[in-house]
């Protein structure tokens, strides 16, 4: 009887120990699962933001593998950045660090094409604005110029110009425009720093440029304006409205750019982290620290 309590109990034993076991071995989340506790939820939209303003659809990680897109591929895998105008030193500071800042962001390599000069632009898509000063027809930059140079191993060719954009007759301006399905676009650097960049609002200026033109390229890679989180795609009417978002891409829009990349994922964070340290943007450095602590 002693030994078939015995028995009993050593069964008993194991059962628990293999239910424990089993129990512990909780399944590795992903990347995207551990850093999603980072993102930040959006807030109710006010009157004139860009999602008070647009109905658009949640675009779940399923309807992006089915949109269309640009992919990269062995020998058309490089972002090319066309600078047009007459840019002082500053300035074009301020291109070779949004070229250095889209290399770590995308992992692709990123090159900056000599400079082309405003007299590229004729007198006819030229105006002067309400304001005073001079207006360039951002189409024309994108059909005319751009679109005709982009080079043979280009995935994306971003053509950034100090001259202020306006996109048709009745817009006083705007920040820029692509073509998606031909990975070509423009902005202007003007609204960024008030038309005067200077050592003050460099730092603000290069943080808009950065968040405008990787908010473009993604979309050329597939990904549509988030509601997902606080987030470098979500949709902005204004520069405010983009001061307020994240350079910090949140976790969904990052799997999906991630399915067509095929980086390292905590690689590009790493040296994310260091490139915002490196030029002191606090708000930038600590959300990309929070989200490494999560991984150690």
């Given at each position: 009887?002693?030994?078939?309590?015995?028995?009993?109990?050593?069964?008993?034993?194991?059962?628990?120990?293999?239910?424990?076991?089993?129990?512990?071995?909780?399944?590795?989340?992903?990347?995207?699962?551990?850093?999603?506790?980072?993102?930040?939820?959006?807030?109710?939209?006010?009157?004139?933001?860009?999602?008070?303003?647009?109905?658009?659809?949640?675009?779940?990680?399923?309807?992006?593998?089915?949109?269309?897109?640009?992919?990269p591929k062995a020998g058309k895998?490089?972002?090319?950045?066309?600078?047009?105008?007459?840019f002082n030193e500053l300035q074009?500071?301020?291109?070779?660090?949004?070229?250095?800042?889209?290399?770590?962001?995308?992992?692709?390599?990123?090159?900056?094409?000599?400079?082309?000069?405003?007299?590229?632009?004729?007198?006819?898509?030229?105006?002067?604005?309400?304001?005073?000063?001079?207006?360039?027809?951002?189409?024309?930059?994108?059909?005319?110029?751009?679109?005709?140079?982009?080079?043979?191993?280009?995935?994306?060719?971003?053509?950034?110009?100090?001259?202020?954009?306006?996109?048709?007759?009745?817009?006083?301006?705007?920040?820029?425009?692509?073509?998606?399905?031909n990975g070509v676009g423009v902005?202007?650097?003007?609204?960024?720093?008030?038309?005067?960049?200077?050592?003050?609002?460099?730092?603000?200026?290069?943080?808009?440029?950065?968040?405008?033109?990787?908010?473009?390229?993604?979309?050329?890679?597939?990904?549509?304006?988030?509601?997902?989180?606080?987030?470098?795609?979500?949709?902005?009417?204004?520069?405010?409205?983009?001061?307020?978002?994240?350079?910090?891409?949140?976790?969904?829009?990052?799997?999906?750019?991630?399915?067509?990349?095929?980086?390292?994922?905590?690689?590009?964070?790493?040296?994310?982290?260091?490139?915002?340290?490196?030029?002191?943007?606090?708000?930038?450095?600590?959300?990309?620290?929070?989200?490494?602590?999560?991984?150690?």
């Amino acid at each position: 009887m002693n030994l078939e309590k015995y028995k009993f109990s050593l069964i008993t034993l194991y059962v628990i120990l293999f239910i424990f076991f089993f129990s512990c071995q909780k399944k590795d989340k992903t990347y995207f699962e551990t850093i999603a506790i980072n993102d930040v939820k959006l807030s109710t939209p006010k009157s004139g933001s860009w999602r008070y303003n647009h109905d658009e659809k949640f675009q779940q990680f399923g309807d992006f593998q089915k949109s269309k897109k640009i992919t990269p591929k062995a020998g058309k895998n490089t972002i090319y950045l066309q600078p047009i105008g007459e840019f002082n030193e500053l300035q074009k500071n301020e291109i070779a660090l949004t070229k250095e800042y889209l290399r770590v962001y995308f992992q692709l390599d990123t090159k900056i094409l000599p400079v082309l000069p405003n007299t590229i632009f004729p007198k006819s898509v030229k105006r002067v604005s309400k304001e005073g000063h001079e207006q360039v027809l951002a189409g024309y930059a994108l059909d005319s110029i751009l679109i005709k140079r982009k080079p043979k191993d280009a995935i994306v060719l971003m053509g950034i110009t100090e001259k202020d954009l306006f996109p048709k007759p009745e817009w006083n301006y705007v920040f820029g425009l692509a073509s998606y399905e031909n990975g070509v676009g423009v902005t202007s650097i003007y609204r960024f720093a008030n038309g005067n960049l200077t050592d003050s609002n460099f730092n603000e200026s290069l943080t808009r440029l950065m968040k405008i033109s990787s908010h473009e390229i993604g979309h050329m890679f597939g990904i549509s304006h988030c509601l997902n989180a606080n987030c470098v795609m979500n949709g902005t009417n204004s520069l405010t409205e983009t001061d307020y978002h994240f350079a910090r891409a949140c976790s969904l829009c990052q799997m999906k750019l991630n399915s067509s990349i095929h980086y390292n994922n905590k690689k590009r964070l790493s040296e994310l982290k260091n490139f915002f340290k490196k030029l002191h943007l606090n708000t930038e450095f600590s959300l990309a620290q929070q989200d490494l602590n999560l991984l150690q």
